[in-house]
């Protein structure tokens, strides 16, 4: 059910967070006792295996349901405002750019409903085009969507690109990384499904262990859960990892007069079956150690690696999400009488991945590109989009402009997201046993002042900040064992002094780390 999926997902994350937001999770479903249950065990022994006991009645109630990835995928699927809202909390502004990434990831749900196959076959993605400066967000927007959706998710540098025959990666490699990474996505999904049968087998090693006639095994069991076995050791055998060979690099065959191979990229490699027999290895160690190692064999042994094949194709096809940034630099305007040789290169080696080809991977499996959502961006300072080939315009149809960021831009940068800058400092230096504290004033000098370096010198946007806040921090970082125990006060005044080092580097370009 979406209640298992959800608090399953609660429980995976790292403690004490995870178990805290499966408790709230399973609060607001009438089972708090179930789950509170099984973390406060869990947090007593700092083992993730035992939170994962509150899943057991609700696989149990599964039984044998059919596993269906595509109904997975479904589960976490958010309507256009639910995405915009979550975008919020931790992007500021933007709200055209959000609203189509929104509308985007949201006609893909759509169009996998669609009951017509044929309609449905016909219906691709509507790519993106984000044009704006540098640090206002045009990444971080893509890279919080696919988060959002657990889609597989990969993110290029365009310069990084060449044409065939020039110096640089070839593009059909961005193909390769979004299907590792979708490798990854399914391996973690058959990784949730068979987390429950897994550590019940792993708890059946250690007790087989522990009494191997099965003598007071109950009594074991209990012990073991309550965590006072903890520091008993135990021999035990699990799967040695094998040396993987590096990959031959990939390479493009079918030439120009190859009519039948035109768009079928093929990747070669030299890679042992999985189904080869591998070798073990004896360990001896204390319990709190062996039952995770114990249970990651169990549940390497428990995936189906070829399913695992399959879904990786599937989820990089129907969810695969690729941002190419940069994009305008490998645009020349048409003003320009000396071009760049490899610049429409790059655009032409490109199209033929967004607007559809096959792409043959090393396991022999192929991936079709026409469903996979590109996301290109640049700033687009010299070139304009405009100056981009024909055909490449045309497969961008949604065109997105992101503004720059004002003063009260950088403000709500400050404190708005969950994660801001101010709240990663103050954490850090929590640690340490400073508490350090931003005064609301502070906040608003560090946004002008940030405003006001970005307009004298580059302007970099919100990256600035960064900048910014590291050195008003800088002396109370490096002498933090003189702050034990004491509260930093951050007031305008120190804000102002700090800032006042840093521009006079802006009048020494020699000095200058802005």
Aim: glycine share 6%; net charge neutral; with cysteine.
């Amino acid at each position: 059910s979406k209640a298992t999926v959800s608090v399953l997902n609660c429980l995976a994350r790292p403690p004490p967070v995870g178990g805290e937001a499966a408790c709230a999770f399973a609060q607001r479903k009438g089972a708090v006792m179930l789950v509170r249950k099984a973390w406060t065990r869990a947090a007593a022994t700092g083992r993730r295996w035992q939170a994962a006991a509150a899943s057991e009645p609700a696989a149990a109630a599964a039984g044998g349901e059919e596993w269906d990835l595509e109904k997975k995928i479904n589960e976490r699927a958010l309507f256009p405002s639910q995405i915009v809202e979550q975008l919020d909390r931790f992007i500021v502004g933007q709200a055209a750019a959000k609203r189509a990434v929104a509308i985007s990831l949201r006609n893909r749900w759509r169009t996998t409903n669609i009951a017509d196959k044929d309609l449905r076959a016909d219906i691709h993605p509507k790519n993106i085009l984000m044009v704006g400066p540098t640090g206002v967000g045009k990444t971080e927007i893509s890279r919080r969507m696919a988060k959002l959706t657990d889609a597989p998710f990969v993110k290029v540098e365009a310069t990084k690109f060449t044409e065939v025959g020039f110096k640089g990666r070839d593009v059909e490699t961005i193909i390769e990384d979004l299907h590792i990474a979708a490798v990854q996505r399914a391996k973690r999904l058959a990784k949730m499904r068979h987390q429950a049968q897994a550590r019940e087998q792993a708890i059946s090693i250690v007790l087989s262990k522990l009494c191997p006639d099965n003598a007071e095994l109950e009594k074991y069991r209990e012990l073991l859960e309550n965590g006072e076995l903890d520091d008993k050791e135990i021999d035990f055998t699990i799967s040695a990892e094998e040396k993987k060979e590096p990959a031959k690099k990939p390479r493009l065959e079918g030439g120009e007069g190859d009519e039948n191979m035109q768009g079928v990229f093929i990747f070669s490699y030299d890679m042992k079956g999985k189904d080869e027999k591998g070798k073990t290895k004896k360990m001896h160690t204390k319990i709190k150690d062996a039952l995770p190692l114990i249970e990651n064999d169990v549940l390497e042994k428990l995936i189906d690696h070829k399913q695992i094949a399959r879904d990786a194709i599937e989820l990089a096809e129907k969810h695969g999400v690729v941002f190419i940034d940069e994009i305008d630099k490998v645009v020349t305007p048409k003003t320009n009488k000396h071009a760049d040789a490899s610049a429409e290169g790059v655009q032409q080696d490109l199209l033929p991945l967004i607007e559809g080809s096959t792409v043959t991977l090393k396991d022999g499996g192929m991936i079709r590109t026409e469903n996979i959502l590109f996301i290109c961006s640049g700033a687009f300072h010299v070139s304009k989009p405009a100056d981009m080939i024909a055909e490449l315009q045309g497969r961008l149809p949604v065109r997105v402009e992101l503004k720059a960021l004002t003063e009260d831009d950088f403000y709500r940068i400050l404190t708005e997201p969950v994660y801001n800058i101010i709240r990663q400092n103050v954490e850090l230096m929590k640690t340490e046993g400073v508490d350090l504290v931003f005064t609301p004033e502070a906040k608003r000098e560090i946004a002008h002042q940030t405003t006001r370096i970005n307009g004298e010198m580059q302007n970099i946007g919100a990256r600035r900040l960064t900048t910014v806040v590291e050195k008003i921090i800088e002396d109370i970082s490096f002498e933090a064992d003189d702050y034990l125990g004491k509260t930093v006060t951050i007031d305008v005044e120190y804000v102002q002094k700090k800032v006042a080092e840093l521009r006079k580097d802006v009048k020494n370009p020699t000095r200058s780390i802005l």
